[in-house]
């Protein structure tokens, strides 16, 4: 009988193993991708392409933190998951290094043969191989590569650079923008926040007078400042670094949710 017992515990157990095994097995994951073409900084690329991916799919790059690395990012954000609901792909470059080379000559120039060119040969790469819709092509950082990204959400971090100079001779448009920044940050520090927004209303062509600010949005306690239709900045009240990612308001921004 104890014999019998265990035996049937134990087939219970195999099968319900076997279920979940099987589906499982052919549910997406993370991976590597090696031949992505030129990467002059070193920077390795994993993708996630959701079971439900649209034709024509849009892409997500999403940049790790300074300590963080591209699974970290993958577990700690909301966009495998948004991925599936909406179809799109995301890229989730890693830093050997860990941080990020953002300010050195080479990334602030367009094929300067720095990290962000690295990237951008990441989302060229899967923009070809699963001929996404160039319109739905966008990013976590703001860079040299205007003619590739058409929107971009920046979690914490500023620059003042203008990013005009990156890429001398560029006549196309500009990507939207939204920054947010916690009001207890200091590491990136509030004077990124309307210093950040300036350099970006000058290449927008807007002035740095919000044309409004709204309270309490996109969640309790952040305010909104809207500087024209392809700019925003979201100051988040008690807040640290990094503010946590606005998942379903970056569906908005970029597009996939009406
Ligand atoms: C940014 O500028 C707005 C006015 O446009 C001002 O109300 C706000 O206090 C400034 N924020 C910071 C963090 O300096």
Redesign the pocket.
């Known amino acids: 009988m104890r014999f019998l017992t265990v035996l049937i515990v134990f087939i219970f157990h195999l099968f319900h193993t076997l279920s979940l095994a099987v589906p499982l097995a052919k549910r997406a994951t993370l991976t590597q991708v090696t031949n992505f073409g030129s990467n002059p900084a070193g920077i390795r690329m994993y993708i996630y392409v959701p079971d439900a991916v649209a034709s024509s799919p849009g892409i997500v790059v999403s940049l790790h933190g300074a300590s963080g690395n591209a699974q970290q990012q993958f577990q700690s954000t909301p966009y495998a998951a948004l991925a599936e609901q909406y179809g799109f792909i995301v890229i989730y470059p890693e830093s050997p290094q860990g941080a990020w080379d953002a300010t050195s000559s080479k990334s602030l120039l367009h094929d300067g043969g720095g990290a962000s060119q690295s990237i951008a040969n990441m989302a060229r790469y899967a923009s070809s191989t699963y001929q996404a819709n160039a319109n739905q092509v966008f990013n976590t950082m703001a860079d040299a590569y205007p003619d590739l990204f058409k929107g971009a959400i920046i979690y914490s971090a500023g620059s003042s650079a203008d990013i005009r100079s990156m890429y001398p001779g560029y006549t196309g448009t500009y990507p939207k923008l939204q920054l947010y920044?916690g009001?207890q940050d200091t590491i990136i520090g509030?004077?990124a926040?309307?210093s950040t927004?300036a350099a970006w209303a000058s290449v927008l062509g807007y002035d740095?007078?919000?044309d409004q600010?709204v309270g309490n949005t996109p969640v309790q306690d952040y305010t909104t400042?809207v500087l024209g239709s392809k700019l925003q900045?979201i100051?988040a009240e008690g807040v640290g670094h990094p503010v946590p990612t606005q998942g379903d308001n970056d569906m908005k921004w970029w597009g996939f949710a009406k």
């Open positions: 920044l009001s509030s004077s926040f309307n927004l740095t007078t919000p600010v400042y900045g100051w």
